[in-house]
């Protein structure tokens, strides 16, 4: 049996005239906006300067791209970049693990993580070493 495969599932249909249905709906937003605008305003030059962003707006979130990527997109990311929080601050917190014990009650019950001495980091990272530079060929053959 053989099935069509769909081709070119990534790009949109052209649904009115050589305009798919996002760009049609951003340039009719971008006419409407601008429609509005007029009829508010009396005067066509004062007007202008409102109904010209407006349609370059709607132009580029209808055609423009930036690195293959919808304008719409990269306006999303700025808005969310300009929102977010941007000081990152790390503070080391040492762990305490509490077990609750029934029988007793008093400081016993707190146990702490035992941490890495720096003579056993040493020897670790020289047997490891040590185990890379005596079998170069298992190490090369684990990365295919």
């Given amino acids: 049996m053989k099935f069509q495969v769909p081709q070119?599932?990534?790009?949109?249909?052209?649904?009115?005239?050589?305009?798919t249905l996002k760009q049609?709906?951003?340039?009719?937003?971008?006419?409407?906006?601008?429609?509005?605008?007029?009829?508010?305003?009396?005067?066509?030059?004062?007007?202008?300067?409102?109904?010209i962003p407006v349609m370059l707006f709607s132009v580029a979130l209808a055609f423009y791209k930036?690195?293959?990527?919808?304008f719409i997109f990269i306006l999303e990311s700025a808005v969310k970049y300009t929102l977010s929080n941007k000081l990152y601050l790390w503070q080391k917190r040492e762990k305490v693990i509490t077990k609750k014990d029934s029988i007793s009650n008093d400081n016993s019950s707190l146990l702490k993580v035992p941490k890495l001495s720096e003579s056993k980091l040493k020897d670790l990272t020289w047997s490891l070493d040590i185990n890379e530079n005596i079998n170069p060929i298992t190490r090369d053959s684990k990365r295919l």
């Fill in 8 to 19: 070119f599932i990534e790009i949109e249909d052209k649904i009115f005239g050589p305009l």
């Fill in 24 to 51: 049609f709906i951003y340039l009719a937003g971008g006419g409407g906006i601008s429609f509005v605008i007029y009829s508010i305003i009396p005067y066509l030059v004062i007007a202008l300067f409102f109904i």
């Fill in 66 to 70: 930036i690195n293959g990527k919808p």
